[in-house]
Every structure is written in structure tokens, then in C-alpha cells.
T-cell receptor
Framework: DGGITQSPKYLFRKEGQNVTLSCEQN?????MYWYRQDPGQGLRLIYY???????QKGDIAEGYSVSREKKESFPLTVTSAQKNPTAFYLC????????????FGPGTRLTVT | GEDVEQSLFLSVREGDSSVINCTYT??????LYWYKQEPGAGLQLLTY?????DMKQDQRLTVLLNKKDKHLSLRIADTQTGDSAIYFC????FGAGGATNKLIFGTGTLLAVQP
């Protein structure tokens, strides 16, 4: 079965620690995205990548970093510089060209105390 | 600027039709989408409509697009308790060269279906 996996589903960290969220897809999609979701708000774009070894900042990139060393993987690191890291993080992938459809993973809920 | 607005909450009885509304601001959007999110889960793409269409029907779902008013709606016929979820509309903003599809999401509408 093709799809997007995110791990872990729940993550707890102490303030001041960096943490990396995993996102893997086997859909052979070129583009991948990271979004943040807060209660009562829509999704906000953190980073996106169109191809391997290339990525761009989204609307709220401060305090986050990413890498795209493989087509299948797009990990997100939440650094200690992110002031309000507690949120639900969603990864998506998209086949570019033709009809543009973003497919989402199940999400990771990060709680920082 | 880019902004997508939705009402926050809708309550319907099982078997009734639900209509979820959305307004967007970017007239250059090529695609408009509806996503469904169940509690604690990711988003599931329900349907989309091209900006040159007025209506799209897919089983119990009907999407209506009024480009003049920048208004999008999702009608769910014969609403079931399993339809209870948050529904997001999103408009597409293409980056330079049209290679990247950036989605602008609304705040989501919580649909509660009463048995």
C-alpha cells in the first residue's frame, strides 16, 4: 500500500531540546510539505520541497529546519528557538504536474513542557 | 492578501443535507479543495474543483463555485454520523513557474451530525 507515514504519533520533549519529526512517503511524489496545526486554526505552511536537496521556507519557518536528502524522506527538526512548539504537525506529499493533489500523513502531536 | 474564511461550526440531523461555506480572496487560484479531518488524524482529500467550473458532483458530495463572489460550498447529501469531522477548504497559490502548489487553508468547519 502506498502512503505517507509519520512517526511517532505522540512526542514529548522538555523545553530547550531539539526534536526531529519523521515523514516518509512511498508514492514517488516529488514535492513534500510540512504544516503546523493549532486548535481552531487552519494549517500553516512551515517548509516545502519540490525536489531532492532543495527546499524553501513557508510562512512560519522560524525555529524549524528540514532536509531532503532522499525523495522519500523529509524530516522536520523543531529547534529550541521555536517559541511555541507544542502543536499538531502534518506532512504532505504531492505529485507535480497534472492535477495537483496533496496527500497527508496521520500527523505527529508534539508536546513541549 | 491571501485569506480563506469558513464558519466554525455546523450542526445537522442525520439524513439531512449539510452545506459548508467558504470564501477565498485570490482570484488567480486554479484549484479549490475540500479536505476532511477526523479527530487526531491527518487530512483526507474529499474533492476539488477547477476554477473554470461552476459545479462538481461526486456521489453524495456537490461542490459549487461562484467565482464572481469568490464563494465555494460543499453540500453533503444524506449526512451520516460518520461524516462528523472538521472540513477544510483550501485554495491553491502556484509559485514561480507554476511548479509548486502552495495551499492556503481556511480555519475549518466542525460538522456535528446528530443521530
Amino acid at each position: 500500500d502506498g502512503g505517507i507515514t509519520q512517526s511517532p504519533k505522540y512526542l514529548f520533549r522538555k523545553e530547550g531540546q531539539n526534536v526531529t519529526l519523521s515523514c516518509e512517503q512511498n508514492l514517488n511524489h516529488d514535492a513534500m510539505y510540512w504544516y503546523r496545526q493549532d486548535p481552531g486554526q487552519g494549517l500553516r505552511l512551515i517548509y516545502y520541497s519540490q525536489i531532492v536537496n532543495d527546499f524553501q521556507k513557508g510562512d512560519i519557518a522560524e525555529g524549524y529546519s528540514v532536509s531532503r536528502e532522499k525523495k522519500e524522506s523529509f524530516p522536520l527538526t523543531v529547534t529550541s528557538a521555536q517559541k511555541n512548539p507544542t502543536a499538531f504537525y502534518l506532512c504532505a506529499s504531492e505529485r507535480t504536474g497534472g492535477i495537483y493533489e496533496q496527500y497527508f500523513g496521520p500527523g505527529t502531536r508534539l508536546t513541549v513542557t | 492578501g491571501e485569506d480563506v474564511e469558513q464558519s466554525l461550526f455546523l450542526s445537522v440531523r442525520e439524513g439531512d443535507s449539510s452545506v459548508i461555506n467558504c470564501t477565498y480572496t485570490d482570484s488567480s487560484s486554479t484549484y479549490l479543495y475540500w479536505y476532511k479531518q477526523e479527530p487526531g488524524a491527518g487530512l483526507q482529500l474529499l474533492t476539488y474543483i477547477f476554477s473554470n467550473m461552476d459545479m462538481k458532483q461526486d456521489q453524495r458530495l456537490t461542490v459549487l463555485l461562484n467565482k464572481k463572489d469568490k464563494h465555494l460550498s460543499l453540500r453533503i447529501a444524506d449526512t451520516q454520523t460518520g461524516d462528523s469531522a472538521i472540513y477544510f477548504c483550501a485554495e491553491s497559490i502556484f509559485g514561480a513557474g507554476g511548479a509548486t502548489n502552495k495551499l492556503i487553508f481556511g480555519t475549518g468547519t466542525l460538522l456535528a451530525v446528530q443521530p
